[in-house]
């Protein structure tokens, strides 16, 4: 494992040339690899007899951590940016681009999902959707994709066919919002019916980057929308959103939707099902620069106040007590708030037991 991380440090495997991968990006690659030996009923590649990373394994890491130095990331896209995009749209090209943002923002979705990004569909893993991986419902019944009342659907639902984790055909499913912009039901039916109506010849098995131009059916680019979408945070400015054009990509609409998700208090169950993370790596989306994910923790700091470590009380006075039967709750500052708990205990080395 130690000679196959380090290749794919070095970039052997990867589509495009480039001089070397960084450590998270080894650490996921072994990742899946244990995935594949596991689901095959054998024994973790990169652990000891311990059931621990090996050692030269975390060694190893380490060494790449430090040559990596600070790795930046992407950061997590406020709603708000795209909400000004679509405001400030002044083609036909630029609405239906926001719009397919807008869709993919509230699955958290990978840009190769909703998007021609580098390098041809056949060499990935993850494939753009179709036309027949969306579905629509209204009052349970689902809706036909040139349905008038498409727009007005209670939830959509899309599946996912092809997953770079492996997953296949997993179906998530979101419900309106109700707000005429920010709306996962408005952004898709909106996307899949301008398919309908300018794409000809479609079928299901049309692409949802599609559109005509030219002549032409083309794919919307990802290079494109990363453009518009740091021109539009450089518009804003750093003093609103906290961070530069130069900090945000595609991947800030994946971290973006995950982190809405986080400060809504939305169970990380649910947050793993939308994005469809197969474990609690959703977690790195989750940018702790926002102000947002710190609100009320030192409020709820200030309700404990008061506490005492039942280790520092001292036992031969604690005893004495016992024997002359003196209250043991002991008060701190010689006020009234207990200093312990309210109950007769005896501190033994390692252990408590009740009176």
């Known amino acids: 494992m130690s000679g196959f991380a380090q290749a794919i440090r070095q970039g052997t495997f990867s589509h495009k040339n480039k001089n070397q991968l960084v450590e998270g990006s080894v650490t996921t690659a072994l990742s899946h690899v244990a995935q594949t030996f596991r689901s095959n009923d054998q024994k973790d590649p990169r652990l000891d007899r311990d059931g621990k990373t090996c050692y030269y394994l975390q060694e190893q890491y380490r060494g790449y951590r430090n040559q990596d130095g600070k790795v930046k990331k992407q950061k997590a896209l406020p709603l708000a940016v795209l909400r000004k995009m679509l405001k400030l749209s002044c083609t036909i090209n630029q609405q239906n681009q926001t719009w ?3 869709g993919a923002i509230y699955f958290a979705m990978r840009s190769c999902e909703y998007l021609r990004t580098a390098g041809t569909e056949d060499s990935k893993r993850t494939k753009i959707l179709r036309l027949r991986n969306f579905r629509f419902k209204k009052n349970g019944r689902v809706l036909a994709h040139d349905s008038q009342g498409l727009i007005h659907a209670d939830l959509v639902m899309i599946t996912f066919e092809f997953q770079k984790n492996n997953v296949r055909n997993r179906t998530v499913h979101m419900f309106k919002t109700g707000d005429p912009v920010l709306c996962l039901v408005v952004a898709w ?29 083309r794919d919307t680019d990802s290079n494109i929308i990363r453009a518009r979408l740091r021109a539009i945070v450089a518009l804003i400015g750093e003093e609103v959103l906290g961070f ?14 995950a982190m809405a998700m986080f400060l809504s208090s939305v169970s990380e169950i649910i947050i793993q099902r939308v994005g469809l993370w197969e474990s609690t790596e959703f977690l790195e989306y989750i940018r702790e620069q926002v102000e947002g994910f710190t609100v009320g923790v030192s409020i709820k700091m200030n309700e404990n106040e008061n506490f005492c470590h039942l280790s520092s009380l001292d036992d031969s006075t604690y005893e004495s007590n016992l024997i002359s039967g003196k209250n043991t709750n002991q008060t701190c500052n010689g006020g009234g708030e207990p200093l312990c ?10 252990i408590f037991q009740e009176l």
Do not use: M, W
């Open 189 to 217: 039916a909106t996307t899949v019916q301008r398919i309908l109506r300018t794409v000809p010849d479609f079928s299901g098995d049309t692409k949802i980057s599609s559109y005509y131009e030219n002549g032409t059916v």
């Open 244 to 257: 530069t054009k130069d900090d945000v990509g595609l991947h800030s609409i994946r971290s973006g939707g």
């Open 341 to 350: 708990i309210p109950y007769t205990i005896r501190y033994d080395k390692s």
């Open 100 to 102: 397919l943002l807008i």
